[in-house]
């Protein structure tokens, strides 16, 4: 069994309406910044995953994200893996 | 000037507990899946810059992740740039 570190990015649909994004995109433009657009505002997760190897690891995380941590109606997910050396970091 | 696409990783220090992830682990692991630990849970923000270089962009974004994005005390941030062809992606 081997250490993963599993790294998830939980965007929202573009056909979804990011109202986080849009108040984010009003302040950066009200501190002078106008040539910040389009901004979306989705979720970065960090797993550590202990599995026989990394298509397992990936497999398990996926699982994860559709019984857990995203919501497939409305948001995309994808999942990378690394492995880590030793033992846990 | 050319377009750009920022993604912006947030996470909180390592040395910061982090609830929201302590919380996720606990239901994964009454999920039955117990090979998931130091689950850590940030921000992943996309931004459409508008620049002339990608060294310009990155330094907007980065000035964007220091005045409003991120909080500098509990967070690190870390910024990728690339090119998006053509018009607005």
């Not at 989705?42 to 994200?65: L, Y």
């Amino acid at each position: 069994m081997k250490h993963y570190l599993a790294q998830v990015t939980i965007t929202l649909r573009t056909s979804i309406l990011d109202v986080q994004g849009k108040t984010v995109e009003h302040a950066l433009h009200a501190l002078h910044m106008p040539s910040m657009s389009n901004v979306r505002i989705g979720k970065h997760i960090q797993i550590n995953v202990h599995a026989p190897d990394a298509e397992t690891a990936k497999e398990q995380v996926e699982t994860a994200c559709m019984k857990l941590l995203a919501n497939p109606i409305m948001e995309d997910y994808s999942v990378t893996i690394t492995e880590l050396a030793g033992a846990m970091a």
